[in-house]
C-alpha cells in the first residue's frame, strides 16, 4: 500500500526531472537523475522518511512545513501598505 507521503515524494521527484529507474521487491522505487540514485521507501510512514529522501535527491522541501510562495507574501505585504491611509 503506497502512503501519502510517497505520492509527494514522488511527485516532487518528478518534477525535479528524476526517472523512475525499477521497483525492488514491492518495498522500494529507485529513481535517478543523471549519477545521482535515489531510494523511495513505497511504505513512506513518516515526515521524517520523506525529508530524508528529499535531501538525498538534493531537493529542498521540508514536509514539515507549508509551502509559502514568498512572491505571493511580497504581494500582500506591498498592498497592505498601499491601502493604509496617509
Request: proline share 2%; glycine share 4%; charged share 25%.
Amino acid at each position: 500500500m503506497k502512503s501519502e507521503y510517497f505520492n509527494q515524494v514522488i511527485g516532487k521527484l518528478k518534477g525535479s526531472d528524476y526517472l523512475y529507474q525499477l521497483t525492488v521487491r514491492d518495498e522500494y522505487q529507485v529513481w535517478r537523475k543523471f549519477s545521482c540514485y535515489v531510494t523511495v521507501p513505497v511504505n513512506c510512514r513518516s515526515r521524517t522518511a520523506a525529508n530524508a529522501v528529499m535531501r538525498a535527491a538534493g531537493i529542498w522541501h521540508d514536509f514539515g512545513q507549508e509551502e509559502q510562495n514568498y512572491f505571493s507574501l511580497f504581494l500582500q505585504r506591498c498592498f497592505r501598505r498601499a491601502s493604509r491611509p496617509h
